[in-house]
């Protein structure tokens, strides 16, 4: 759970930290997909706590996927992938 968190804390720093000058992702639009997907991980966890270790894996391959992003505009394609990951 804690790896989990410490994957949704990172993505929030590239998402606040990025620069973007497409319309279609700002800093508060990333921030909702954050806390969105950081809702849906604690859910997925909660209800199946054995499918911890496969949703790590999922949240590694996208995290891995975005790791040199430096944009708004990837940060909201890592949460909108990683969200669609968690939920299946």
Known sequence: MKKFLLVAVGLAVLAGSACSKAPECTTEIATKKAQEMAAALQ??????????????????????????????????????????????
Not at 44 to 66: F, G, H, N, R, W
Request: hydrophobic letters at 35%; aromatic letters at 4%.
């Open 43 to 88: 859910e997925a966890i909660t209800k199946d706590p054995s499918k911890a270790a496969d949703l790590t894996a999922k949240v590694q391959a996208v995290t891995t996927k975005y790791q040199g992003s430096t944009t708004l505009a990837d940060a909201c394609k890592a949460y909108d992938e990683l969200t669609k990951a968690i939920k299946g």
